[in-house]
């Protein structure tokens, strides 16, 4: 069945760096568009990252855009997230996913966006604090 598994979240202080990754499997990773979405307490859903199949093209939410940088290795099944020049802002479970359409808005809670397979991983928690 499709897997996800995300990591490298943590506390940093603003103005601070992350690299998120995460590993995919279940699916024929190489063929699909990856996502990272996130989720703030008490906010709604948001898409903060796309990458298409073979990484030629990426999108970028627009209270992201110029910080962070989505990148994958399809050998690795794994896509990442550098995360730089953090705000608080940016504190959120981050979760990643795969899906067949491209800049699919998601619902207001993340894991009810009907996703292709409909499986989500546990998320990784950033907190931007000084």
């Known amino acids: 069945q499709v897997q996800l598994v995300e990591s490298g979240g943590g506390l940093a202080p603003p103005g601070g760096s992350l690299r998120l990754s995460c590993v995919a499997s279940?699916?024929?990773?190489?063929?699909?568009?990856m996502v990272w979405y996130r989720q703030a307490p008490g906010r709604e859903c948001e898409l903060v990252a796309a990458?298409?199949?073979?990484?030629?093209?990426?999108h970028y939410g627009d209270s992201v855009r110029g910080r962070f940088t989505i990148s994958r290795d399809n050998a690795k099944n794994s896509v990442y997230l550098q995360m730089n020049s953090l705000e608080p802002e940016d504190t959120a479970v981050y979760y990643c996913?795969?899906?067949?359409?491209?800049?699919?808005?998601?619902?207001?809670?993340?894991?009810?966006?009907?996703?292709?397979?409909?499986?989500w991983g546990q998320g990784t928690q950033v907190t931007v604090s000084s």
């Open positions: 996913n795969t899906d067949d359409i491209w800049l699919r808005p998601p619902q207001a809670n993340c894991l009810m966006t009907p996703i292709i397979f409909g499986s």
């Open positions: 990458i298409t199949s073979n990484g030629g093209v990426t």
């Open positions: 279940g699916f024929a990773f190489s063929s699909f568009l």
